[in-house]
């Protein structure tokens, strides 16, 4: 299968000489030097692939380049050097129709400000894109209806935008890119003007629609956390480069540097890890049919926290057919929690997860704890 969209040595330039700027930026000029010449370099040597069904985050700064790279990702900037193709296609080879063609058919935009139009009512708004597209105004509101109540807002078809609270019209936004059966959807920052909660409820609707949809999303956020809760990757940027593509978890544990894993510090890694990320990948040792819990690699990582606390060995992680493919001792999750004592970071981790105080390590028929606690 094809990718759905790829970046290939994408460059986006403002300023004069913009061919000469580029050439200038492949022999390491820096940004900050373009700029004293009046030129800006808003994304510098782009390159990724997006796959059909995936949710691709950009995560960056205010300043990064992530929105003038979404721009080029539907045709309305064409990069200075480099090649954007869409179901492999060239955007670049299209006429002005073909792209607004595209643009109305199979590629939607969801922004931050809703953008709805305030004389019309919500299911003419959900109806807007269709409309363009010359849908007839039965089957247009057929389906702009059928969007509404995907997105929680049947009942709301008559009313206006200004009835509305900011995470209903948002959601209006999201019905408008869906009634439109749109193959890729490239949301800018469209859920930070939202209160947090409001917004975590968008972050939770999004998933759950995308279970069922399956589209090709371009997700822009600023948040590293919700990039890491909504992206099966993430491409972090920073001053018009990508430093890192990757997984949540990738890029949690292998930040590619400094800049990176300053954004983790403040990520709640209990959310983002599982087994696989954190186990030793050896395969020696005696736990193996002692009686005492396994994890498997997708087990959640303060579930896995909760099992080695009442476990007196490292725990057991196991595949789909019941193979080991690697342990979890309470030492190494105490590396990744951080510099603490691992009985305290494990207890609080085991009654976070249990509700209560945690309990003391079980036996097992192989081992017995000593009176340390530790296995003998």
């Known amino acids: 299968m094809s990718s759905r969209l790829q970046a290939e040595?994408?460059?986006?330039?403002?300023?004069?000489?913009?061919?000469?700027?580029?050439?200038?930026?492949?022999?390491?000029?820096?940004?900050?030097?373009?700029?004293?010449d009046g030129v800006t370099a808003a994304v510098i040597d782009a390159s990724f692939t997006v796959e059909p069904g995936e949710i691709f985050v950009v995560m960056g700064l205010s300043g990064s380049g992530?929105?003038?790279?979404?721009?080029?990702?539907?045709?309305?900037?064409?990069?200075?050097?480099?090649?954007?193709?869409?179901?492999?296609?060239?955007l670049a080879s299209l006429t002005a129709a073909e792209l607004r063609t595209?643009?109305?058919?199979?590629?939607?935009?969801?922004?931050?400000?809703?953008?709805?139009?305030?004389?019309?009512?919500?299911?003419?708004?959900?109806?807007?894109?269709?409309?363009?597209?010359?849908?007839?105004?039965?089957?247009?509101?057929?389906?702009a209806a059928e969007a509404l109540a995907l997105c929680g807002l049947e009942g709301w078809e008559k009313s206006w935008p200004d009835e509305l609270s900011g995470g209903m019209r948002q959601r209006v936004g999201l019905a408008r890119a869906l009634a439109t059966d749109a193959d890729l959807l490239l949301m800018d920052e469209s859920f930070s003007a939202l209160d947090p909660l409001i917004r975590r409820e968008m972050q939770d609707q999004l998933l759950e629609l995308q279970k069922t949809l399956h589209k090709t999303i371009v997700f822009i956020t600023h948040d590293l956390n919700e990039a890491m809760r909504l992206g099966d990757r993430i491409a972090v940027m920073r001053d018009g480069?990508?430093?890192?593509?990757?997984?949540?978890?990738?890029?949690?544990?292998?930040?590619?540097?400094?800049?990176?894993?300053?954004?983790?510090?403040?990520?709640?890694?209990?959310?983002?890890?599982?087994?696989?990320s954190v186990m030793d990948r050896a395969t020696g040792?005696?736990?193996?049919?002692?009686?005492?819990?396994?994890?498997t690699p997708d087990t959640p990582f303060d579930e896995l926290c909760a099992l080695c606390a009442r476990t007196p060995h490292a725990v057991e992680v196991v595949d789909a057919e019941g193979a080991r493919v690697g342990t979890v001792s309470q030492e190494r999750l105490v590396a990744v929690i951080g510099d603490v004592d691992?009985?305290?970071?494990?207890?609080?981790?085991?009654?976070?997860?249990?509700?209560?105080?945690?309990?003391?390590?079980?036996?097992c028929a192989r081992h017995t704890t000593g009176p340390e606690g530790v296995a003998a």
């Open 9 to 36: 040595k994408v460059y986006k330039v403002f300023g004069g000489r913009p061919e000469q700027t580029v050439e200038r930026l492949r022999k390491g000029a820096d940004r900050e030097e373009l700029r004293a």
């Open 66 to 90: 992530k929105s003038t790279l979404l721009r080029m990702l539907n045709g309305l900037l064409e990069p200075t050097a480099g090649t954007v193709s869409f179901d492999g296609q060239d």
């Open 102 to 143: 595209l643009r109305s058919r199979r590629i939607s935009m969801v922004f931050q400000h809703f953008a709805l139009f305030p004389h019309r009512t919500v299911l003419q708004n959900a109806a807007y894109g269709l409309e363009v597209q010359g849908v007839p105004r039965a089957e247009r509101e057929e389906r």
């Open 241 to 276: 480069e990508i430093v890192q593509i990757g997984t949540a978890e990738d890029i949690l544990v292998r930040p590619a540097d400094e800049y990176v894993a300053s954004f983790t510090r403040d990520v709640d890694r209990s959310k983002v890890l599982t087994a696989a």
């Open 285 to 295: 040792g005696d736990e193996a049919g002692c009686g005492c819990p396994t994890a």
């Open 342 to 363: 691992a009985d305290d970071a494990v207890a609080v981790a085991v009654a976070d997860a249990a509700g209560g105080p945690a309990k003391e390590p079980a036996a």
